[in-house]
Structure formats: C-alpha cells, structure tokens
C-alpha cells in the first residue's frame, strides 16, 4: 500500500494510502475514510452511515447535514442517491478537509464544507431543519476511535431541534455499549422519533444509530438496495456487509 500523501502536526500522524484505486486516510494509525472513484460500497462503517437515508423515501431527502466529514467518504454516495438539493459538510480538522477536498476529490461545486466546530455550527445555525443529518464526530488525535462530542442530553436536543418533520438523524459510536450508556438510548426521553435501528458489519465494532420521524421498516431498505443496479450487485456479492435491528 503505497503512501501518496502525509502529514505531522500537533502529535497526529496524517497519511492517504492508496492500493489500487482505493484510497485510504489514516490519523495516528487509525483509518478514518475511504474512497473508491468507482464504487459506492465500501464495505465498512461508511456504508453505515448512509444506508438510514434508504429507509423510507430517498427522494424527500433534500437537505442534508454531515457533522465529521473526515476524508468525505458520504459524499458521492449522498449525492448519487439523494441528489440533495443541498448539502453541508463541517470538519473541525483542517488535515481532513484538505484530503476530501484536494486528495479525494469528492467535493463539488454547490457543496458546502465548513472549517469549523460541529457544535459550535450547530448552536449558531438559524435556517431550515435538514431532512438527514449524519453525526460522525471522532477524534483525531486518539491512537484508538473515540467519540469526539459526548451524546449527552444537551447535544442529542440540539441534533433533535434541526430534523425535519420527515428527517432521520444517523449517529456513529464506537460500540453498542458507548451507545446504551448515552442520552441517546434513553427512549423516555427520545420522544419524537417513529423508528430507531441499530446498524453494524462484521469489519468494526461502530454501532450506527438511526432516528426516523416517520416509522420505518427496515425491509424497504433491504427493497431499495436490491431494486438499485450497483448496490444490488454489491448486495448479491457480499460486498455491502450490514445488519439491521430494530429498537422500538
């Protein structure tokens, strides 16, 4: 695995390995996105964190909302199911938006990435509610993955107050545990919702939390994927490894 670019500062050790087309961005050994020019599925948390958008109607999708968008994994997977009218991008660390955006390459015009806090952005934010927010803050300076923004009952509000009436909310955690034990797994006080799932591969140990304000079933994902050229090949291959479980 070839390294094609790389970084030192502040204690983090940045590097984009590339094998084949596949392109890989580390930070201190860890692995924080992929990208592949032609190819949705990466066979990992990624694909996690966009699947949710397929549990009910893509298409009412329109305004999208990544908060850590590391090497821009989402993005073209976004773009080529969603065709979002707009999407928002924040990245706190300037190394990785660098390599979404020159590196990757993922990022086009139109799309909006932000330098900056994702929840400083979003305590300041006064516009429309999006309709899919992914949350996938993870720190960079750790040798091992760790949530960047505890999922305490002041940021999961927050994240509540900007989804649409029809938006899902997809939350990333280093494992099942770290999500039972945050705000976000208490269901007495995570009204408004009409599904969750939880979302995980055999590759990581991540739980993907997903939020529907509709109620949703995950068998009209399962219907979306297989009914979808790429992503039902990918499917029938076994290249797109997820589980979905229900919570309600």
Not at 12 to 39: D, I
Not at 128 to 139: G, K, M, Q, S, T
Not at 158 to 167: E, N, R
Request: with cysteine; aromatic share 8%; hydrophobic share 40%.
């Amino acid at each position: 695995m070839a390294v094609i670019w790389e970084r030192q500062e502040d204690g983090v050790h940045y590097q984009v390995r590339r094998r084949g087309a596949r392109l890989r961005l580390y930070a201190n050994g860890v692995q924080h996105s992929e990208f592949h020019p032609k190819r949705l599925v990466t066979g990992s948390v990624w694909d996690l964190l966009w699947l949710p958008a397929l549990l009910g109607e893509p298409e009412r999708l329109k305004r999208v909302l990544i908060l850590g968008l590391g090497g821009g994994s989402l993005v073209p997977p976004l773009r080529a199911l969603l065709a979002p009218e707009r999407l928002v991008a924040v990245e706190l660390d300037p190394h990785h938006l660098a390599v979404a955006r020159e590196v990757f390459s993922v990022v086009q015009p139109g799309e909006q990435t932000v330098l900056g806090d994702a929840v400083a952005w979003l305590q300041a934010y006064d516009g429309e509610p999006f309709d899919l927010i992914i949350e996938d803050l993870f720190a960079p300076h750790n040798d091992q993955v760790s949530r960047a923004v505890d999922a305490d009952r002041d940021w999961v509000t927050l994240l509540q107050q900007h989804v649409s009436d029809h938006g899902t909310l997809v939350m990333n955690f280093g494992d099942y545990p770290e999500y039972r034990h945050s705000h976000a797994a208490d269901a007495a006080r995570m009204d408004g919702w009409g599904s969750r799932f939880r979302l995980s591969c055999s590759d990581c140990h991540n739980a993907v939390i997903a939020f529907t304000r509709q109620p949703a079933r995950s068998i009209h994902l399962r219907r979306r994927l297989e009914k979808h050229p790429d992503l039902g090949k990918a499917l029938r291959k076994g290249k797109l490894d997820y589980h979905i479980r229900q919570l309600d």
